[in-house]
């Protein structure tokens, strides 16, 4: 099957890299495929074979131990004496494009080109501990006022000081141009960043002075800079952590428990008998597997063997599920915000609206199930792995293992879209369990089933939200009150326990530890938007919130979930931001208001109000209250909704309008257009913030149409994509508009969750103005639909 | 591959027959909009 190139113009219109990468693929992805299955992982394990000649061999000290010191600018940068400039980052490239647009804010600080910059991200032999490459944070950590961008700029202050040694000329008359520092008023006296210091370290600490280049002269930054991967991703040519291979590697399977809290009875190594290939069966307390010499021979016998389990533990029922959580005594308790006056405001509002809302536990669902690949040898283990935090691994990983962290080497590789943690850490637990075992290297992937039942999925929660309005309409007094289930977590620097394999050789999870009544609230935190954006935040007279509404209280209960739980994109604020925008539209219908003129007068934040407004003026908002005054008269409905957020309450802001298409019929909902309005602060690049929104935007609506997470009495029962549907490529793809709007004097924000967060209520509350029904739960399938219609 | 294989039986397929031909092929990375356009792209070229 040979790609041709549809007319020239195409490939002149390519780039170097994407044409370098058909060639490289011979234009033919079988070829590909075949020469693939024998690709060798080239670079020595115990060093960096892409080190510049610095000397990297100083001990670090940093947040994790052996961890490079964040205050050393040597911890983040070298330049050889080809002026070529090495970045290292522990913020790692999860598909988000984070590669990219740290290479530019590197090149951008630099004053270099953005080829001239190598960046390494995520391998504990030589990258800072930067936790995990998670929750909108790479942004604000990277390219606001320390770490990486401290770094460029405290570098090139440097490179300027030792150029006006150099040529004794002083820093205010040098200028800088491609990695080359030269005199203004004599351009011919020059010299080259890789003549001031190549090879040598600074030698500095970070200079919290040192001038970034601001946002309204960048030239790397704030352009649409092309990924660099996506050549090699789109030719099929790209290195996943699923392409790792290593000489002598064997390959395993896990065999997980057949229930939710089944334990381990016996295992018959008997029943392989006569199986070829079968190098080993691992069992350690709860946790079995099978190594083998080939892929095909390990499943075969994971298949094969076999297992007496324990009954399960029981589930409560899927269907009284939310119930369950209401009913449940034993919780922990959490006040974000209380101003002890609510029940009095809601006694005397002119009209008190209630609304439940439901949400489901949803599935990080990767495409491609988790693999990792170990070599564990005596006392140290080198491990490939798709984890979001390397330095997390190799602590977890060394409890697992019973090794010291320092004796592990812990590289990221690229898995499957994340979107939190999906199965990466579990396999890599699982990989170094099987190479300890054989004491080889070993490479694992999950199942379908396996990824899928026991991944740790976005949380449920039912919120119950409570309103008062005055006569004219306004808002007095809002309540809301939330169940959230949760069990384990991301595994941290010393919890293997919060995964399954960890829990399966014996790890406990995080402790829940009830709480009753909840402490009064002491300093504002609206990290998981579990405040309304309409509520005025205030904690001990100071109010940090959005919106304008003095009377309020959030009150949320933490109870134990049956499942595994941890984040998954937007996690909690997708939820509590379902709830808080579908009940502002009920507000808003009830006091016969414009949804979007009813946001607006409850909203004091400016930059929020701008992406409403930014929103509705680019949707050509039409202007009246919900429902349609002609609704349901006849055939296919039409609607428009609207929602917006603050991510969690300053890391971002966006508004979008939904029009959709409902058929009464069927229930079947159609997404016609989204409008897309985001604040990011200055953008860095503007084609990675409209891929990002994009495809929040459509996650959005796999998640609110589609996704449920099920389960009968025993076990998890969505297990592969027809029992956990997700939108597929041919379905009616709305138009996406996205509309940025940049703050070059704002610091920089979270911008992947921006879009993701407000999709299902723009559609419930277009489902509302279409039809006149309300739909609170989650997700807005056709059955629901064509129920609520009845 | 599933695209290119389409439109290479179907070289004057309407947007609604891509659409139809990819309704079996699953994406978590959301790209739907940019992975169409090109598709459509591709398409123009090949009937032309």
């Keep these: 099957m040979k790609v041709k190139l549809s007319k020239a113009g195409d490939r002149r219109s390519m780039s170097q890299d994407a044409l370098a990468a058909l060639e490289r693929a011979g234009f033919s992805r079988r070829d590909f495929l075949k020469r693939s299955g024998a690709l060798i992982v080239s670079f020595s394990v115990w060093g960096m074979g892409t080190e510049p000649s610095t000397a990297r ?24 004496a080809d002026g070529t400039v090495t970045a290292y980052t522990g913020k790692c490239e999860l598909g988000q494009g984070m590669e990219t647009a740290q290479t530019q804010l590197v090149a951008e600080e630099l004053g270099v ?47 300027f000081r030792l150029a006006s040694a ?58 649409p800079v092309r990924r660099p991967d996506l050549p090699a991703l789109v030719t099929g040519q790209f290195e996943f952590v699923h392409n790792v291979r290593l000489p002598g590697m064997l390959h395993g399977r896990v065999v997980r428990p057949p229930a939710v809290g089944a334990r381990l009875v016996n295992v018959d190594e008997g029943s392989l008998q006569g199986l070829p290939g079968i190098v080993k069966v691992v069992v350690k307390k709860d946790f ?119 004796n592990l080497r812990v590289i990221f590789k690229r898995g499957s879209g994340c979107y939190g943690i999906n199965g990466a850490d579990a396999v890599t637990y699982d990989a170094a369990l099987l190479s300890q075992a054989v004491g080889k290297p070993v490479r694992v992937q999950l199942t379908r089933r396996d990824e899928m039942a026991w991944e740790n999925y976005g949380n449920a929660f039912v919120l119950d939200e409570r309103a008062g309005l005055d006569a004219q309409g306004n808002i007095i007094g809002w309540d809301h009150e939330a169940w959230v289930p949760s069990l384990g977590n991301r595994p941290g620097t010393g919890t293997p326990g919060n995964i399954i394999t960890g829990l399966l050789v014996g790890f406990q999870p995080d402790a829940f530890t009830p709480r009753k009544p909840a402490a009064p609230p002491t300093t504002y ?84 109000s701008d992406v409403v407004k930014g929103a509705a003026k680019t949707a050509n908002w039409d202007a009246r209250p919900s429902p349609k005054s002609d609704t349901r008269k006849a055939g296919i409905a039409t609607g428009r909704g609207f929602s917006c957020v603050a991510y969690e309450g300053d890391n971002g802001f966006s508004a979008m309008v939904a029009d959709i298409e409902v058929d009464p019929f069927t229930g079947k909902v159609t997404v016609k257009r989204v409008v897309v309005c985001v604040d990011c602060g200055p953008i ?10 994009e495809g929040g935007t459509l996650q959005g609506m796999s998640r609110a149409l589609m996704e449920e997470v099920t389960w009968d009495q ?50 419930a509350n277009a489902i509302f103005d279409a039809t006149g029904a309300r739909i609170r739960q989650i997700p807005l399938t056709p059955e629901r639909v064509k129920a609520a219609l009845v | 591959m599933t695209a290119k294989a389409f439109l290479d039986r179907n070289p004057k397929a309407t947007e609604r027959d891509i659409e139809q031909a990819m309704a079996g092929v699953l994406c978590r990375c959301f790209t739907h909009v940019r992975m169409l356009r090109a598709i459509k792209r591709y398409a123009q070229g090949v009937a032309r």
């Design chain 1, 288 to 406: 079995v597997g099978v190594v083998a010499e080939k892929p095909w021979q390990a499943i075969q016998a994971a298949g094969k063997l076999e297992v007496n389990w324990s009954a399960g533990t029981g589930l409560p029922g899927h269907a009284e599920f939310y119930e369950y959580l209401r009913n449940e005594k034993s919780s922990r308790d959490t006040l974000l915000v209380d101003s002890q006056d609510v029940e009095q405001k809601l006694s005397e509002a002119a009209t008190v609206v209630k609304a439940t809302y439901y949400h489901p536990y949803q599935m990080h669902g990767s495409m491609g199930s988790s693999c990792a690949v170990a070599h564990v040898e005596g006392d140290k283990a080198t491990i490939w792995s798709a984890t979001q935090g390397v330095w997390y691994i190799r602590s977890t990983a060394a409890m697992v293992l019973g090794l010291k962290p320092e």
């Design chain 1, 57 to 80: 061999a100083q001990v670090f000290q940093g947040v994790s131990p052996g961890a490079p010191p964040a205050d050393q600018l040597d911890s983040w940068l070298a330049i050889a």
């Design chain 1, 714 to 763: 025993q076990k998890v029962t969505s297990i592969d994509w027809r029992t956990y549907p997700t939108l597929p490529l041919g379905f009616d793809v709305p138009k996406v508009e996205v509309v940025m709007i940049n703050r070059p004097d704002e610091e920089a924000t979270g911008a992947g969750e921006l879009s993701i967060t407000i999709v299902a209520p723009a559609i």
């Design chain 1, 113 to 159: 080109r953005f080829e001239q910059v190598k960046l390494i991200y995520c391998d504990t032999s030589c990258t800072p501990d930067q936790g995990y490459t998670s929750g909108s944070q790479s942004h604000p950590t990277n390219f606001n006022r320390t770490n990486l961008a401290q770094a460029g700029a405290t570098a090139r202050e440097a490179l």
């Design chain 1, 166 to 223: 150099r040529l004794g000329v002083p820093t205010d008359q040098l200028g800088s141009r491609d990695g080359v520092i030269s005199v203004k008023s004599d351009p011919s006296r020059k010299v080259s960043y890789g003549q001031l210091v190549g090879g040598n370290k600074f030698n500095l600490m970070l200079d919290s002075n040192a001038k970034r280049k601001p946002p309204r002269e960048w030239a790397v930054l704030g352009t």
């Design chain 1, 684 to 693: 860095s690049n503007p084609d990675g913030l409209r891929n990002q929104t």
């Design chain 1, 525 to 608: 935190n609206n990290n998981s938007n579990g405040v309304p954006s309409y509520a005025s935040g205030c904690i001990g007279g100071t109010c940090r919130g959005t919106g304008i509404i003095k009377s309020e209280r959030v009150l949320v209960h933490g109870v134990r979930s049956p499942f595994w739980t941890g984040p998954l994109r937007s996690p909690q604020r997708l939820q509590n931001t379902f709830a808080h925008e579908s009940f502002m539209d009920e507000l808003a219908a009830r006091a016969k208001a414009d949804p979007v003129a009813y946001r607006l007068r409850h909203l004091s934040n400016s930059r929020l």
